[in-house]
């Protein structure tokens, strides 16, 4: 049947890409096969060869809702063994229930819209803007470049960066393994798959350091062919140990009990969310909310059902002349299709149609109002699902809970979850830098190697591994730093103007602090929001310019010699002042033929 084959493709799909085993797959596909039966499906088409009807999706739902079954089992049965140890140091789950639990993550991910959303929430605030990763030095910038920027590793990394917050938060493991050209330094980086890591070797006396990650390959999780030689080859299972970020042993052991092969020409960083610290493995990170999410839906699925129902059940007929005028009327009204009919010759009316009865039958519409609850009563529901999230339940759809403009404002908790988030990718990515900054000072053709790196090689004083100091020329750093963007967007009003007030101090004695205009010219790019601020200040500014802002000390040299050319103004004042007080005390001499003088007047 078209049905089965259909469910079957999809339930491979979506089930094998959710590991939940071989098992697991049979079991659904059994199901499957119980749903199409159970709900009389066939082959059903109409005359222009379309699909009548189509209970893929009730089938499917069937599977899923088994599956959560069979997990709360597992849960509820301690002798089914779903959890291993017996005291809180040792909680870890099962690896069999972990991929369950896994699997599920990723089916959910994939049907439920609530689910959905909050991974695709943070997934934007977290990286929709990107990341700046700078280093203070070219030669340190450029072997990082050539890590980030190349286009293979774009697969994992990069352009990638959202692709691994979303299944981070999904299945709560990231296995980052690094792949190093021992000649340059050079790095290639991929994932591990988490289905295949089997288990993970501690230190015996160490329960956060670990050793080995043991990784399974196994043919039937999709790996069952490689091209070898030109030509494709089957995949023998094999199971290898893959050395973790920070095992750095004196002498690399050569063989293990069981001859696994070691990889060690790899490293592997294991990031973890969702769990306890006491776990080995990380836990999906939404995995309270899934129940809540599943009965919210199951809700609204029974709430369409109602309303698809009283579109159909639109009039009752009352008044019909006995048991025969009510035979007449039901086989006038049902559908003709069954499970061994499948063309329908009598389909049900159309809504809103009429219906023509005969007799005294009384045909009146059924009156819906107040007769059911509304999807809005399970509100309760939904807020589960946000608290199990840690997202806001405004994010989920509902305007009227709080007016958020939330491109400019985020209540407090949630800012502070997308940048504490934020703060974790930034420790991978320098992480990432210290190995690539350490590769390329080993390395005999490494770019750090040749710009005058070198390291240094200690010893743990506590188990003899080994510690590597890269020691730059001097004059340069290793310093790296990974910024990014706000999480919020603020007014580019009050951005520029914040800007202008640092720089100027509104006028303040102590304007100057910043004196270099490149500098200032890059913070007001920045707040304009645009996107390559860097490249457009080295074109403007290719030098740095101190222009138009005065040293502290010159200024006081300045102010020095203003006073002093006030004060040699002010002395010549005061002379000038002193000479005039003296002219002014000087009697002031008669003029000559007055009578006071002796002389004689004329007529």
Known sequence: MRFISRAKDVLYGAL?????????????????DEAAAESGYREARTENGLAAVDPLAAGI?????????????????????????????????TRQT????????????????????????????????????????PEVQEVLDDFFKARKNQRVIGDAWAEREREQRIDGNTFFVFYWNKLNGAA?????????????????????????????????????????????TDVVEETTLYPDWDYKPRLNVAKVPGNYKIAWNTCTYHLKTGGLSMMRFGMPELFSAFGWATGYKRILENFATILAAYARLAYQVSGLPGKAGVAASKNKLKTG????????????????????????????PIKTAGSTTGPDEARALRSMVAAGGDTPEHFLGDSDIGN???????????????????????????AFAEKLIQQSALAPQGKLRKAGYTTRVDTDPFDGSVIITVLPPSGKSTVVKVEFPNI???????????????????????????PDRKVVCGMLLEALGEQDADRLTELLYPKS???????????????????????????????????????????????????????????
């Open 337 to 364: 299709v069954t499970n061994s009919q499948f063309r329908d010759n009598n389909p049900p009316t159309n809504t809103a149609s009429w219906a023509l009865m005969s007799g005294a039958a009384n045909v009146q």
């Open 188 to 232: 290639r980086v991929r994932l591990l798959p988490f289905d295949q890591i089997q288990s993970i070797i501690f230190n015996p006396e160490d329960a956060k350091e670990p050793y080995f990650y043991v990784r399974s390959s196994n043919p039937a999780q999709g790996n069952g062919l490689i091209v070898q030689d030109g030509t494709l």
């Open 98 to 137: 972990l991929r369950k639990i896994v699997g599920l993550s990723r089916v959910m991910y994939l049907i439920n819209p609530l689910i959905k959303r909050i991974v695709t929430v943070q997934e934007l605030y977290v990286w929709g803007r990107g990341v700046k990763i700078i280093a203070e030095n």
């Open 61 to 93: 739902a069937k599977v899923f809702e088994g599956a959560f079954q069979e997990l709360e089992a597992s849960f509820a049965n301690e002798d089914r063994g779903w959890i291993e140890g017996a005291g809180p140091s040792t909680f870890n789950f």
């Open 488 to 514: 919020l967007e603020r007014d580019v009003t009050d951005r520029v103007r914040s800007v202008v007030q640092a720089v100027t101090l509104g006028g303040s004695p102590a304007e100057g602090i910043i």
């Open 545 to 603: 310019v101190t222009q138009g802002f005065a040293d502290p000390a010159n200024r006081v040299d300045d102010e020095h010699l203003i006073a002093l050319g006030r004060k040699e103004l002010g002395d010549a004042a005061l002379q000038q002042a002193a000479a005039a007080k003296i002219n002014a005390a000087k009697p002031t001499p008669k003029p000559s033929g007055s009578p006071a003088g002796g002389g004689k007047s004329g007529r």
């Open 404 to 430: 958020f403009a939330t491109s400019s404002t985020l209540d407090r908790p949630t800012e502070l979850k997308m940048v504490s988030r934020q703060d974790m990718w930034a420790d991978v990515c320098h």
């Open 16 to 32: 094998r890409g959710g590991a939940l085993g071989r098992e697991r797959l049979n079991t659904a596909e059994l199901m499957a």
